[in-house]
């Protein structure tokens, strides 16, 4: 301390970096007043804000949080997670819930990172908030930034302490308020994944993501009470899933259900049921608690690059992304998506959830489109959707070549300038592709009907077909050809229209009306008078539809009708097809000897073609022939041999053979392998969402042994 004046000449004492002054009182020495006074001990800080009192669910979240607090070697935890998450009330409920185990005390903090109308607080500003805290005597707190740091560590030395950073920048806006001591715990919240911090001091890392569907339920009830809960249990399931598992879209749609006590809830999903208008309806007016704000903090924050990405990411259909797709959403190299990508998620506004694979929550991609159609052209979202469609289409195209054998392939364009598409080698790689890709070309189909993109809307369709066809998603099926039947006939395209009227009708045979069904296909006949092949593809379907209905005669004389064609036609992959057929209904006829011959032409047709998957068909329909013999014992040695070459081919098929096997088991009084063929058929079954199907074989399964079972295809 340096003595000095005031311009009245009364004493003053000066501290040593000359940013406080203070009166030395008349008659007292500066002994008096900073050395001999009687030391008044720091109050103990208290700072928490109480917890919310209606928290919910995050069991796992709070034991991790136990786990990093009680584990680690540098106590610091950062809860991180996206704008709405509830990471400051999963915060104060575990500093609340845990605050005795911090006798010197709990000092918090709002770092302001992401506030209406504010700054990010300085490390400056916090380091003399927390000194504040700790009761350190202003007039001797240094002005120099790392003095305050020292000051600030050496209070906090050796002290059994709390402290809570709420709403952090960065890494660097909080390494300055780090403890230098082991006794102190550090917990902090931001919407930045704060990697600096665990590479530096090895912080603990808890990340938040969207409540399960329990916990969404289970605070909707606690906040607008259980009774209302129940009585609209539909309309709670629809609010649950348009919240996306989203804690403070939760509570919005809460406090408006509190605030209108007489409301049906159903009137609130209804609100929310837009897209459009979604965003809007969880609007409280209130910034600090309204979505659209909530997001807009991160949002203004971005990069100019950033936020480009960010927004296209809204215009994909789907909220899975992966490396390729993203590419050619962006139109960049997979190394610059890979960055783009990474950088949105250190700010938690995309997840990794699978090596090269992102994804986005939902609202969060409701808001990302919304700034997309405020900040971009028309014209720059139309291009990011033709890439992706098209990324869809050549993929899908290269590897429908490799699950389908003699189908003739779509003839598509070009891609649009910056598509990437995927490469498939062989058969597994087309397969593993399709059903990782699924609902991503699923999601932008229904972008390109909603988008009135009629000729995107049919060729996804096509590209789907083999592939629904032998994993049994015949109601995909249904759905995916009325909607390209209906973009034929917006493209005037007779022939597409055809096409998309045979293959809805071999759909609906599945499972569905076949009275629909036959209408449909006696309409393609029509329509297709001129087209020998598809006149026997729609006969073969055709038999299909009559089966059925029960006419095995009926049905054998269209697959008769297909096979006669197919020869003029000169197409002998699909000759095999019908041959297979044919011999099918003439085993259900007892015309063994016919049917034996047709089975020996088709296999010899198949294996000439490397066919494998045609080949495992007629294998299983020789099982049908056996067991139509009465020789069951030799219809099972078939089935395994048939699915030992589906080996993943044609799922469909593979099912109803498993159900086969577990029919013959039965009539030979082999109830346990019969329990177990049929559990295999109803898993195969379900995952197919096959229900006519998977009803059939629990009822088996539930019923008594029955030695009388049939053969069913």
Not at 122 to 143: E, F, K, M, Y
Not at 684 to 701: C, F, N, P, S, W
Request: aromatic letters at 6%; hydrophobic letters at 45%.
């Amino acid at each position: 301390m340096l003595f000095g004046k005031s311009r009245s000449g009364e004493p003053r004492v000066h501290n040593e970096v000359g940013d406080t002054y203070a009166p030395v009182l008349q008659g007292e020495t500066f002994r008096d007043v900073y050395i001999d006074a009687p030391l008044t001990p720091a109050p103990i800080p208290r700072q928490l804000p109480p917890a919310p009192p209606l928290f919910t669910g995050r069991e796992a979240e709070l034991a991790a949080v136990d786990a990093a607090v009680d584990g680690a070697a540098v106590p610091v935890t950062a809860i991180v997670g996206s704008g709405g998450m509830g990471k400051t009330s999963l915060a104060l409920h575990w500093a609340q819930h845990n605050a005795d185990r911090f006798p010197d005390g709990q000092l918090y903090l709002d770092l302001r990172a992401h506030s209406p109308g504010g700054q990010p607080m300085s490390s400056s500003t916090a380091v003399r908030c927390l000194l504040d805290g700790l009761g350190a005597d202003p007039r001797t707190i240094p002005a120099d930034l790392d003095a305050q740091v020292g000051r600030y560590r050496s209070l906090v030395a050796g002290k059994r302490l709390l402290v809570l950073l709420d709403n952090a920048l960065d890494a660097a806006q909080v390494s300055a308020l780090l403890p230098g001591t082991p006794t102190c715990t550090m917990l902090v919240t931001s919407r930045n994944r704060l990697d600096g911090l665990a590479t530096s001091v090895g912080a603990g890392v808890v990340p938040l993501a969207e409540l399960p569907d329990a916990d969404a339920r289970l605070l909707l009830a606690r906040r607008i009470g259980a009774g209302r809960v129940e009585a609209e249990p539909d309309a709670v399931a629809e609010l649950q899933r348009y919240c996306a598992g989203m804690p403070l879209a939760l509570a919005i749609v809460a406090g408006r259900a509190t605030a209108h006590p007489g409301f049906p809830l159903a009137a609130l999903a209804a609100e929310l049921r837009d897209v459009a208008t979604r965003l809007g309806a969880l609007d409280t007016g209130d910034p600090a608690a309204s979505l659209a704000s909530v997001l807009s903090w991160s949002y203004e924050a971005l990069p100019p690059r950033e936020a480009e990405v960010f927004e296209l990411l809204g215009v994909a259909a789907s909220p899975d992304v992966p490396l390729r797709v993203g590419a050619s959403l962006l139109g960049l190299t997979d190394a610059e998506t890979r960055s783009a990508l990474r950088s949105l998620e250190r700010l938690s506004l995309v997840r990794e959830h699978r090596p090269n694979r992102w994804r986005m929550h939902d609202l969060v991609r409701l808001y990302a489109a919304d700034r997309a159609a405020h900040a971009r052209s028309p014209e720059l979202r139309d291009a990011a959707v033709r890439r992706i469609v098209d990324h869809y289409l050549h993929t899908a195209l290269a590897c429908d070549a490799l699950l389908s054998v003699g189908r003739v392939p779509l003839v598509l364009d070009d891609p649009e300038a910056g598509c990437r598409p995927d490469s498939v080698g062989d058969h597994a790689a087309a397969l593993a592709w399709f059903s990782a890709e699924h609902s991503g070309i699923l999601a932008t189909r229904l972008l390109a009907v909603a988008r009135g993109d009629h000729l995107a809307v049919w060729r996804l369709t096509w590209v789907l077909h083999t592939f629904h066809w032998q994993q049994g998603h015949f109601g995909e099926q249904v759905s995916g050809w009325r909607a390209a039947l209906a973009a034929a006939d917006h493209l005037d395209d007779p022939k597409a229209a055809a096409l998309a009227r045979r293959l809805l009708g071999s759909a609906i045979g599945r499972v569905g009306d076949p009275a629909e069904a036959v209408d449909h296909l006696l309409t393609s006949l029509d329509e297709n008078a001129a087209d020998v092949e598809e006149q026997a593809h729609t006969h073969r379907t055709l038999a299909r539809a009559w089966e059925r209905l029960g006419d095995d005669e009926k049905a054998l004389g269209h697959a008769t009708s297909a096979l006669a064609l197919y020869r003029t036609a000169r197409a002998p992959q699909h000759e095999a097809d019908a041959l297979d057929l044919v011999a099918w209904f003439e085993a259900r006829l007892d015309r063994f000897d016919d049917a034996d011959a047709h089975c020996a032409e088709a296999l010899a047709l198949y294996r000439e073609h490397h066919n494998v998957g045609g080949e495992a068909t007629t294998l299983d329909n020789l099982g049908h022939l056996a067991h139509r013999r009465g020789d069951d014992r030799g219809a099972l040695e078939f089935y395994r041999r048939a699915l030992a070459l589906f080996d993943g081919r044609n799922a469909s098929h593979a099912a109803q053979t498993v159900e086969r096997v577990g029919d013959a088991h039965a009539r030979l009084t082999e109830a346990a392998a019969a329990e177990t063929a049929w559990r295999d058929a109803l898993a195969l079954y379900r995952g197919q969402r096959r229900t006519e199907d998977a009803a059939r074989v629990a009822a088996k399964l539930a019923a008594p042994l029955d030695h009388t079972q049939g053969d069913l295809r």
